[in-house]
């Protein structure tokens, strides 16, 4: 039950388990960390798998690594803890590398599982201080000769050193055999006799993640090599040689130990270079057999080990009779039936030179734009000469391109320090690599920029400080130098309230860590359960001709499909409630945009559901283009009627036309995957007289409403309850009353009990994500910056339907901390070929604010001014009137909130040094941005329904409310604010499920309002219980709570109490929050990548009920946008429209070592807000809002690297800032390449 399935390609982590497995170094089994999810069930054989459950529970005790992301506040969803607290016990028990045990290799090993609520900064802690800071000393790292080839004394080859105990295995599966060799002459035997089959070797079975084609379903033979022992051998006598079953992690470890032992220090190199493949886990199974093979079969992929190989000037053994071939040619070699056995290299001599580069998306775990490898002799007395044919390679570049040639030609005999060969050497690179087009690919010309840049960087780093001093700074990689990060909380709290505002650890923190807690995917199956899985529109604009589920029906186990046709007479083919446009559950005929649902395949289990969903043929007449640019559909003019009018106040054209100063600008923003681990599921199961229904939904009400639509049942016999969502971000809102109605309707078409967990792509390519914006502004301003006038057009790209329009809080929140009286503000709907977009943390808060800082750093840089100063200028003040909102701005702090931060991140001095580092470096710049907020908190239209009762014979409490706990820790709150009214110990109180009785007709969880208002609705529910007993109490003499409960009960009081929590406040807002974030990121000029060096926030959280949580929603929330506006990008194939960024292998968020280095969060002390409940204030979505500033802090280093090239014009720096539009953004060019 702990151990979480989410994406089934190794890119998310919470399918992560430990297991044993064989380690040459050591020459035994040691414990390493894997993606279960990869793992065939029959590789197991022989090996112990220890899941989160077998190292502690809350009955027997917790595990220390379980405590300390409990108490570290590490859970929020909890869905990623269990694989982030295996990981980590993999990392402790494995007892060979005293190495390991640093602070760095925690963060280093905490690559390959994705945390989509925390931020990562309390994971980390919480890891890092289960180990000492202490590196290891050269006496643990142990000796190279205990690597030396060892020859086996019965085969006489190289060999671990132990013959092999285990037992060969053959097994006759349906479709396939499966072989387990253990000798040479058994696999070569297996061979022989299947040599006409279709045959997969399994070692890591990792290549499954990346291509899917490889699924070992597809094949006739299966071999797992694990029983070969003889394939793991080392040998360094007198070439090296590694056997093919070495994995990467354990491949890194010899090259560690070798170069810590022997001064090969290019052993270093190599294994620097392999802990930038893949991600931990994924290094723990994958060989680099396997990922070369992957090469061998898929020329396109970028394989980093292939391109190490080639640099190393590889020979490959291929087969056990003695044949070896160079790895290049593999390439072309014919390797049907064939085996890798292992490769060998000859040891490098003291005058040749290898480097390996990569660049990357995100700091940890992508794939290669490009990646490269350098191999040189040179005569470094000889200015660099290169006296050998040298070795230059690439990847990532197209199909056939493996080595530049020409250059290499080029370069034999030429001395690398001199600037006229460098410069000729970049002209014959520039015409000999040509890498293709793909639209899911950095663009050609940015890759073709990284194999000159790339080269560029390796001259300099070989000439050393032969080159110019500020060129030097091209050298360093940021994400291999980053230092250890480090966070640093301050808060305040107010102990005579406590529980109330105590930092406590969340309630269900110990379940989480533990894997006890359930989420709708571990509820045990239901008897006669079916199962489903959508099959969904491959095409963007078409009409369907035909549906053919012949080939899905003949599958065994396939029981039904579900269409449009199947829905009851007189039921509604739609899941929007309370909107007249209908958005349909399964398309009726037109489709809108790929990847909509057409029908639902029902099976006796997943995997055949799954695979029957595949078998569906539909077919479309009228195929169209689609629309799947946001810029093209403004261009077409391709509108939704107005959906909301023009916001107005004032008279902006006027006071443009009247201001000193104008700018006009354009800025866009993409989309955004949710990205909650626990894809969109529901569990619909028939009952006597209705429906139960198990849901991961923000909204009950929302689900009850469409399955009721769709099947035409009564409210009232639908039931519907929700524990606790595994993430959600606003993407549960809606749009699982789609999947709740369709499992619904199968659930009440065949009687049984359906479940329809959504695969991670499907719900990547069906599910609307976040708004794309593209906002056209002018703006008059005095001469010293002040606003006088802004008009703004405001396109939002709604994609298929308007539905869950996001424009309202665009239009009242984009004035954010400023001061203007005259805008007009002119929203656009956009209707493009893509799934309706949808609610996403902050919708439209965060676009509007981003909005409105561009236009200050416009107005700014057309100054030539500090953008800070500019943006005090304009801030609000105590007393304003909101010119969008109408109302005051009251208890305005926001002024002094920034001054504070100026102060306390010691702007002042920072903007000097980062002024001082830029004039020294040419290719690594600095920026730092301040970013203030306002964000008003909402509260009229909520509604929850809250009950609250008392257990008399032993005073305990159980609270449901109709809020949804998705992470934010709403009811720790609620249980606190209990604790609070009652004055009895919290752990007195338990709160339950949220369920369609008590939560009926309430309101959607969202806005980071829902904790607030349901800790209200408990205020009055103690409040009716507290004066009900007061008479009872006045009668008890010394009265305790447990007195006073049996008292009441003998009275006949009851201890029942419901409230019904419905505010109307006077204003748009009921108050506001503010904060400030000052960023500092440093770029790598060349290359694009980047580095968040510090943040530093204050955030007013009022008199936060628990900071804890708190802070954990401000740094989650932060690093969510992080990804926004850095990493995450979404690609649409022009043609089909189809989703191309549809895997963890193309979609990146942000990792832990993306996170800022130096992580600093305020909640503002001494700061109580008079008008919020507990005179507490929301937090979820607030800070998201100031996440900009990592890209305006980028966005001031790339006006330094511009400023070198004499480049001072205002830029718009769009989001995301991904690394290859950073680079571009820098304005590289080869011209500029010097070394002096
Ligand atoms: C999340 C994730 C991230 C990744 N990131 C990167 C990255 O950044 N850079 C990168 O380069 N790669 C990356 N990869 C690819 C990864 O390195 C490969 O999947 C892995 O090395 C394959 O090794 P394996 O042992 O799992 O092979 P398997 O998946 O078991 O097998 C892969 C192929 O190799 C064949 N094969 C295996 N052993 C032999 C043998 N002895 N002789 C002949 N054929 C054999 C199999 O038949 C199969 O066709 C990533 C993979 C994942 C899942
Ligand atoms: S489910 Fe295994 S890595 Fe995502
Ligand atoms: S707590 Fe990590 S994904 Fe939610």
Not at 107 to 117: H, K, P, Q, S, V
Not at 310 to 319: C, D, H, L
Not at 1010 to 1022: D, H, N, R
Not at 1103 to 1125: H, K, L, R, T
Request: one cysteine or more; aromatic letters at 8%; proline letters at 5%.
């Amino acid at each position: 039950m702990g151990t979480k399935l989410m994406c089934g390609e190794g890119g998310c982590g919470v399918c992560v388990v430990q297991t044993m497995l064989y380690e040459t170094v050591m020459e035994k089994e040691l414990n390493y960390a894997i993606n279960s999810c990869l793992c065939p069930l029959l590789i197991c054989d022989g090996w112990e798998i220890t899941t989160v459950e077998g190292i502690g529970c809350q009955k027997t005790g917790l595990d220390q690594i379980q405590t300390s992301l409990a108490e570290y506040n590490g859970t929020q969803c909890g869905y990623c803890s269990p694989g982030q607290v295996m990981n980590m016990y993999s990392f402790l028990t494995n007892p060979s590398y005293p190495i390991k045990m640093t602070q760095q290799a925690v963060e280093n090993a905490f690559d390959g599982i994705i945390c989509r609520c925390t931020g990562y900064r309390s994971i980390l802690d919480a890891m890092k201080v289960l180990v000492t800071s202490s590196s290891c000393s050269k006496s643990d790292i142990g000796d190279i000769e205990d690597l030396k080839g060892k020859l086996c004394k019965r085969t006489g080859k190289i060999c671990t050193g132990q013959c092999s105990d285990s037992t060969s295995v053959r097994l006759v599966l349906r479709d396939a055999q499966w072989y387990k060799p253990t000798t040479e002459q058994e696999l070569i035997d297996i061979l022989k006799k299947c040599i006409d089959k279709k045959i997969r070797f399994i070692m890591g079975n990792t290549g499954t993640g990346v291509f899917k084609d490889l699924n070992p379903a597809n094949y006739d033979v299966l071999i797992d090599m694990h029983g070969m022992k003889e394939l793991y051998g080392v040998s360094f006598d007198p070439t090296s040689v590694f056997g093919s079953n070495l994995t990467l992690s354990v491949l890194i470890e010899i090259f560690e130990r070798v170069s810590a032992a022997s001064e090969t220090s290019y052993m270093k190199e190599l294994a620097i270079y392999l802990s930038r493949v893949a991600n931990v886990p994924v290094r723990n199974a994958a060989t680099w057999t396997g990922n070369i093979m992957l090469k061998h079969q898929f020329p396109d992929f970028p394989s980093d080990v292939f391109t190490m190989l080639v640099a190393m000037q590889s020979e490959i053994g291929i087969g056990f009779q003695g044949e070896e071939i160079s790895v290049e040619n593999f390439l072309s070699y014919d390797m049907t039936a064939k085996v890798i056995t292992y490769f060998s290299h000859k040891i490098l001599d003291p005058d040749e030179v290898i480097k390996l580069y990569k660049v990357m998306p995100r700091a940890q775990n992508a794939h290669a734009y490009v990646n490269a490898g350098f191999r040189m002799r040179l005569d470094s007395k000889n200015n660099f000469m290169v006296k050998d044919t040298p070795v230059i390679v690439y990847g990532g570049i197209n199909k056939n391109f493996v080595r530049a040639t020409k250059t290499e030609r080029f370069l034999k005999g030429n001395q690398l320090g001199d600037p006229k060969v460098l410069k000729g050497a970049l002209s014959v690179l520039q015409q000999e690599v040509v890498p293709d087009s793909n639209p899911v690919l950095a663009s050609p010309s940015y890759r073709k920029q990284l194999t000159l840049i790339l080269f560029y960087k390796f001259v300099l780093q070989v000439i050393g400080d032969k080159a110019g001093v500020r060129f030097q700074s091209a050298t360093d990689c940021l994400s291999v130098s980053r230092p250890v990060s480090s966070g640093k909380q301050t808060y305040d709290t107010q102990k005579i309230e406590y529980p109330l505002t105590e930092p406590l650890q969340k309630l269900e923190a110990n379940a989480q860590v533990t894997g006890e807690a359930v989420y709708i995917d571990d509820i045990p199956a239901y008897p006669n359960q079916l199962y489903a899985a959508f099959f969904v529109s491959t095409v963007g604009n078409a009409k369907i001709q035909g549906i053919d589920t012949s080939g899905a029906m003949e599958i065994p186990g396939v029981v039904r499909v579900v269409t449009h046709n199947d829905i009851p007479d007189g039921c509604a083919n739609t899941f929007s409630i309370y909107s007249p446009i209908p958005e349909e559950v399964f398309c009726s005929g037109q489709v809108l945009y790929a990847g909509q649902a057409i029908g639902l395949v029902l099976a006796e289990s997943q995997k055949i559901a799954d695979s029957a969903a595949q078998a569906v043929k539909v077919t479309y007449t009228d195929v169209q283009t689609p629309l799947v640019d946001l810029d093209e559909a403004i261009q077409k003019q391709s509108f939704y009627p107005k959906l909301s009018d023009p916001k107005v106040a004032g008279d902006a054209d006027a006071a443009i036309k009247d201001s000193p100063k104008t700018v006009t600008g354009s800025i866009s923003m993409g989309g955004q995957y949710h990205m909650h681990m626990e894809t969109q599921i529901s569990i619909c199961v028939p009952t006597e007289d209705g429906m139960d229904v198990h849901s991961s939904t923000q909204w009950i009400d929302g689900v009850q409403t469409a399955i009721s639509q769709i099947t035409g049942l009564q409210r009232n016999v639908i039931n519907v309850e929700v524990k606790r969502l595994g993430g959600s971000y606003g993407g549960k809102i809606t749009r699982n009353h789609w999947i709740s109605a369709a499992c619904g309707l199968a659930a009440f078409l065949t009687n049984r009990p359906v479940k329809l967990k959504m695969d991670f792509h499907t719900n990547m390519n069906m599910i609307g994500k976040r708004y794309p914006y593209r906002a056209d502004y002018t703006v008059g301003f005095t001469d010293d910056g002040e606003l006088n006038g802004l008009k703004i057009v405001v396109y939002a790209d709604c994609g298929a339907s308007v539905n869950d329009n996001a424009i309202p809080p665009l239009l009242s929140m984009i004035d954010n901390a400023y001061d203007c009286a005259n805008w007009t503000i002119t929203p656009i709907a956009v209707k493009t070929n893509k799934p309706a977009s949808t609610t996403c943390r902050s919708p439209g808060s965060l676009p509007g604010i981003f909005i409105i800082e561009t236009i200050m750093e416009h107005i700014s840089k057309s100054l030539n001014k500090d953008p800070t100063d500019i943006r005090v200028k304009n801030l609000y003040q105590q007393g304003q009137i909101n010119p969008l909102t109408k109302n005051i701005i009251t208890y305005c702090n926001i002024s002094q909130i920034v001054q504070n931060l100026r102060d306390s991140a010691d702007v002042q001095t920072r903007l000097q040094k980062i002024q001082e580092f830029n004039q020294a470096n040419r290719w690594k710049k600095k920026g730092l941005s301040i970013v203030p907020i306002k964000f008003g908190i909402l509260w009229n239209g909520i509604t929850y329904g809250i009950n609250l009762c008392v257990y008399a014979s032993d005073g305990t409490v159980a609270i449901s409310h109709s809020g949804i706990e998705v992470g934010q820790g709403i009811n720790t709150k609620v249980a606190q604010v209990c604790a609070y009214e009652f004055g009895i110990p919290i752990s007195m109180i338990k709160v339950k499920s949220s369920n369609s009785f008590v939560g009926a007709n309430s309101i959607t969880t969202g806005g980071s309002i829902t904790s607030e208002s349901c800790c209200q609705g408990i205020v009055y529910c103690c409040q009716v219980i507290l004066q009900r007993m007061a008479p009872v109490k006045a009668k008890i003499k010394d009265p305790t709570w447990l007195k006073i409960v049996h008292e009441c009960v003998e009275e006949e009081v009851d201890l029942v109490a419901r409230s019904w929590y419905a505010p109307v406040g006077k204003d748009h807002f009921q108050y506001y929050s503010y904060g400030a974030t000052c960023a500092e990121v440093e770029l790598d000029v060349l290359t694009g990548e980047h580095q968040i060096s510090r943040v530093d926030i204050i955030y007013d959280c009022g008199e936060s009920m628990n900071p804890a949580v708190d802070i954990g929603q401000v740094e989650g929330a932060f690093v969510m946008g992080i990804g926004y506006w850095m990493t995450e990008e979404l690609k649409y194939d022009p043609q089909t429209g189809q989703l191309l960024t549809n895997s963890t292998w193309e979609y990146k968020p942000p990792l832990g070592k993306d996170i800022p280095v130096d992580f600093r969060v305020n909640l503002l002390k001494n700061a109580p807000n008079p008008l919020g409940v507990l005179r507490s204030k929301a937090v979820g979505e607030p800070p998201m809002c100031m996440s900009c500033s990592v890209l305006f802090a980028a966005k001031h280093a790339i006006e330094s690297a511009r400023q070198e090239i004499g480049q001072l014009d205002y830029f718009p720096l769009d989001g995301p800032a991904t690394t290859e539009y950073i680079q571009k953004a820098c304005l590289v060019d080869p011209s500029q390449f010097l070394i002096q």
